[in-house]
């Protein structure tokens, strides 16, 4: 099954990064704007000894050829981004978008986190066709 193997592959990463937000969220609660829970988070990560870039801008590529950038709200220790909402409840647009940037990135988890919600609520991504997931069937 996919998501588990994957789920335990970066299972410790995940799993702080979750606790990172789980921490700012009862810290601040929710009705905040979305940048006052990314600087929560930068703080939260540092604290907690994660390697991660803020605001990273990060190519997308169409056949090969570059074709424009996205930032990301963090892509911490080089492996899995991080993109935060503070939105009412989470949807299947937010889960797409979140997919379609694991692809164009070549990158095989992320993580959707929204603090907008009374309880915080996260997404494990997946990208099933990542190299590092070839072989293993999708749950």
């Known amino acids: 099954m996919l998501s588990f193997w994957l789920c335990m592959q970066y299972a410790d990463l995940t799993h702080k990064i979750i ?4 921490k700012v969220h009862s810290t601040l609660g929710s009705g905040f704007q979305e940048v006052i829970y ?11 000894g ?5 605001e990273t801008e990060m190519t997308i590529y169409y056949d090969s050829i ?20 503070a939105i009412s409840a989470l949807d299947d647009q937010y889960l ?28 494990r991504v997946y ?7 070839a072989g293993h069937k999708k749950s």
Request: net charge neutral; proline share 1%.
């Open 127 to 133: 990208n099933s066709k990542h190299i590092d997931n």
């Open 66 to 85: 570059e074709i424009g950038t996205r930032r990301v709200d963090f892509f911490v220790e080089e492996k899995i981004i991080v993109e935060l909402k």
């Open 96 to 123: 797409a978008q979140a997919m379609n940037y694991l692809e164009a990135y070549h990158l095989p988890v992320g993580l959707l986190i929204n603090f907008g919600s009374r309880s915080m609520e996260f997404k």
């Open 19 to 22: 606790g990172c937000a789980m």
């Open 50 to 54: 994660l390697t991660f870039g803020r």
């Open 38 to 48: 990314q600087r929560a988070m930068d703080i939260e990560m540092a604290k907690q």
